[in-house]
């Protein structure tokens, strides 16, 4: 089934963080959940002596990408146990952190350990793809929450005194523990499949649950909140072969819609105009679909606007304009209004990345785990900018920040700021 999009472009939601557009980035692909952002000035070359504000050693590896709020950057890592392949340690030592880094220095502040509770999943050839520090913390810029899989969500303030901790599941998974908590008015709201099998939404003074969404399957994506064209907001997530749609309030299922068979839906979605599109792979190959939001029941015959062959399964696309992109060895692009390929060139060998691009002035800044940080235009062509290295041999798993004319971003040792020296 094909409908046309007309006028499509990408429509962030201030009430789910607060933040200030343009200077905090204070989620997951920032206050949009998008990965688009209105700064101007970003530096489009940079190298392990170029464009440097600082670098700063991490007590340990992750994944998680860095937030920002005014001069606080929050990122997590993990140590004691799996930091290294061939070197697991003592499961009954692992600690994940919580750091909060001064931004004009790179110094860290405070550095909050938090004991793994056991049993936790070993570090085995799944989970050492990205490790147990994978989701991305959030701010409404008085605390930090942070989602730490089988050890609960925990809530700090800004001086990192922890202020509740609450477990929202029991279950382990050999892929580990990766989604991404979300903001929503006084509510903090995580997918749980992995440890539940639902979404579950936590009162942000208390850490009190307020609604439970069972029947959610097994996925890694972090839920998105979707404005409806003339109705309230919806909260959508991809999971295994599903997509749905609930209401944020209250946890009540509005809609489905048969997504993408696949064993692992690590992809987030994005979305413009009250359409929202999704990417993974599956036994049929890659796919990549558009579906429109605002149904109730299920909506599969009804509001898939299209489907296209390609896409990526770790990586989240961005929607730029009319234009839908992603990289992940190839550069692709396609019409957000039709799904018609527009281009779609191989920019490096062959990878599958967890590292999902950001979008500022109409540039496309895309990291890569292992092949450096590519600056394209965002255009319907590719036209490649700039290809930088930062000379650091550790991976680089995790999506940027930016924020206040800066670039952050992390590697398994180190978080750089990337920008201008004053």
């Known amino acids: 089934m094909s409908q046309r999009l007309t006028g499509l472009l990408p429509i962030g939601i201030l009430l789910l963080t607060g933040a200030a557009v343009g200077a905090d980035w204070p989620a997951f692909r920032g206050p949009h959940g998008d990965g688009t952002s209105p700064e101007r000035g970003l530096p489009i070359k940079w190298g392990a002596q170029e464009n440097i504000v600082w670098k700063t050693r991490l007590p340990g590896p992750g994944t998680s990408s860095p937030i920002v709020w005014g001069d606080r950057v929050f990122v997590t890592c993990y140590t004691g146990y799996g930091e290294a392949r061939g070197k697991k340690g003592d499961l009954e030592k692992l600690r994940r952190h919580l750091l909060c880094v001064d931004r004009p220095t790179g110094q860290i502040l405070w550095d909050r ?65 990766a989604a991404s908590p979300i903001l929503y008015r006084n509510l903090v709201i995580v997918n749980a499949s992995i440890e539940n099998g639902a979404l579950i939404a936590l009162d942000k003074a208390t850490g009190n649950r307020v609604w439970r969404a069972k029947g959610v399957p097994d996925c890694w994506s972090t839920p998105l909140l979707v404005e409806v064209p003339g109705g309230k907001p919806e909260l959508v997530i991809n999971s295994q072969g599903l997509l749905f749609g609930f209401d944020p309030d209250k946890g009540e299922e509005l809609w489905r819609c048969e997504g993408i068979e696949t064993s692992a839906a690590t992809s987030s979605p994005v979305a413009g105009r009250g359409v929202v599109f999704l990417m993974g792979a ?89 092949n450096g940080a590519f600056v394209l235009a965002a255009k319907d062509r590719l036209e490649q900018l700039a290809h930088n290295e930062l000379g650091d041999a550790s991976d680089f798993n995790a999506s940027p920040a930016v924020s206040h004319g800066q670039i952050l971003i992390r590697s398994n040792e180190y978080l750089y700021c990337i920008g201008a020296k004053k």
Not at 138 to 150: C, I, K, L, N, S
Not at 325 to 337: M, N, T
Request: hydrophobic share 40%; glycine share 12%; aromatic share 12%.
């Open 282 to 370: 599956g036994p049929g190959g890659n796919l990549t679909m558009a579906v429109r939001a605002g149904g109730r029941g299920d909506v599969t015959k009804t509001h898939i606007v299209w489907k296209q062959k390609g896409g990526a399964n770790h990586c989240s696309p961005i929607l730029v304009g009319d234009y839908l992109y992603w990289i992940s060895g190839q550069a692709v692009c396609l019409r957000a209004d039709t799904g018609q390929v527009v281009f779609q060139e191989r920019l490096y060998p062959a990878s599958q990345e967890f590292v999902s691009p950001v979008a500022a002035e109409g540039k496309i800044f895309a990291f890569t785990r292992r």
């Open 113 to 177: 350990p938090v004991a793994a509770l056991q049993p936790e999943t070993e570090f085995n050839s799944y989970i050492a793809q990205h490790g147990y520090a994978s989701s991305t913390p959030v701010t409404d810029g008085e605390r930090v929450y942070v989602f730490f899989g089988r050890t609960g969500v925990l809530a700090f303030d800004f001086e990192g005194k922890q202020l509740w901790q609450t477990e929202v599941g029991t279950w382990l998974n050999s892929w580990g523990s």
